[in-house]
């Protein structure tokens, strides 16, 4: 697998870490109620796998 592959699996595995600490980053209290539930529906979709991985787009 080369470098670039392997760095690109690392920063989509870190986004989906990142989605899980979402809730608490600065300013999360100010968002708007349509905010909020835009990131609920986003992490909805990660939980149940609602994304596509780097492999599934770009294969081996």
């Not at 690392?10 to 835009?38: C, M, P, Q, T, V």
Request: charged fraction near 45%; glycine fraction near 6%.
């Amino acid at each position: 697998m080369s470098e670039v592959v392997k760095r690109l699996e690392r920063i989509e595995r870190l986004l989906i870490e990142l989605n899980s600490k979402i809730d608490n980053f600065l300013g999360y209290e100010d968002l708007s109620a349509e905010e909020h539930e835009e990131l609920r529906k986003m992490r909805e979709e990660v939980k149940k796998g609602g994304f596509v991985s780097f492999k599934e787009l770009f294969g081996d």
